[in-house]
């Protein structure tokens, strides 16, 4: 399979990556404590918010473009988790990194055409493959960018005080 990517692939690609490198460096400041540290009000951790990035970019694909089972190599998704059973920082960035690789031989699989082709979401209803893909992109900024946020304005910060 080639590794190139078509116009549509290589704006979805670039969507992902763009801002990974940020979210990447923010986590890879925090200590394992701070990673899996849980905000008050019941906000998200870091920890789940990876996890979440990750299993959204890995199985909704999987399901929806694909037609393969969802899978879940910690035994479970990570809205299922306790706290207690979230994996530590490598293991949620080897997961990371995994999906991130899949999702390039996925997008590089990809004609202009299919990103045409509808498909049917329990949640959003019919949509096209390129609206699925934004779908992807969307939630791994959000969440990506609310994990540079409590890194750098809610951990970090704690540190030199």
């Not at 037609?67 to 990371?96: H, I, T, W």
Request: proline share 4%.
């Amino acid at each position: 399979m080639s590794d190139h990517l078509g116009p549509q692939a290589q704006l979805i690609w670039d969507g992902l990556e763009l801002r990974a490198p940020a979210m990447l460096g923010a986590i890879d400041r925090l200590d394992e404590d701070e990673f899996q540290w849980q905000p008050p009000n019941g906000a998200n951790s870091v920890a789940w918010l990876l996890w979440h990035i990750a299993e959204v970019e890995d199985n909704w694909v999987r399901d929806k473009l694909f037609s393969l089972e969802r899978r879940y190599p910690f035994g479970m998704s990570v809205k299922a988790a306790a706290r207690e059973q979230f994996p530590n920082k490598q293991g949620l960035l080897g997961y990371f990194h995994e999906v991130r690789a899949l999702t390039r031989e996925r997008l590089a699989g990809k004609t202009e055409e299919d990103f045409e082709r509808k498909i049917l979401d329990d949640h959003f209803g019919r949509m096209t493959e390129r609206q699925l893909w934004a779908g992807v992109v969307t939630s791994a900024a959000w969440h990506g960018g609310q994990i540079v946020m409590i890194a750098n304005r809610m951990l970090l910060p704690q540190r030199q005080a």
